[in-house]
Nanobody
């Protein structure tokens, strides 16, 4: 399974970015997808996830209401739309997947990881 994240960059506080994660190597539509992030000097943390069908999403408290996860199973791609960005959202963002159909918040539930894409939010 290969995951390729893209879409990161530099944005001012209050701005928006959309990250994409393209998957290959297995049946994309059968599994949940998650987004995590890791800021410098901090542990990797759960941002949000989406179920195999796209019907269920779950978000960390820190991003709920600002971030939206969606997926296009026909394109084998999951998206993370980030609005109202804050400097504390600065991190490397990773997409991940495992063997589950529904989202789990623990990174240990995820077997496959993308390479990460850097998001920098300036104040």
């Amino acid at each position: 399974v290969q995951l390729q994240a893209s879409g990161g960059g530099l944005v001012q506080a209050g701005g928006s970015l959309r990250l994409s994660c393209a998957a290959s190597g297995r049946t994309f539509s059968a599994y949940a997808m998650g987004w995590f992030r890791q800021a410098p000097g901090k542990e990797r943390e759960f941002v949000g996830g989406i179920s195999w069908s796209g019907d269920n999403t779950y978000y960390a408290d820190s991003v709920r209401g600002r971030f939206t996860i969606s997926r296009d199973n026909a394109k084998n791609t999951v998206y993370l739309q980030m609005n109202s960005l804050k400097p504390e959202d600065t991190a490397v963002y990773y997409c991940a997947t495992g063997s589950r159909r529904f989202t789990f918040t623990s990174l240990h539930e995820y077997d496959y990881w993308g390479q990460g894409t850097l998001v920098t939010v300036s104040s």
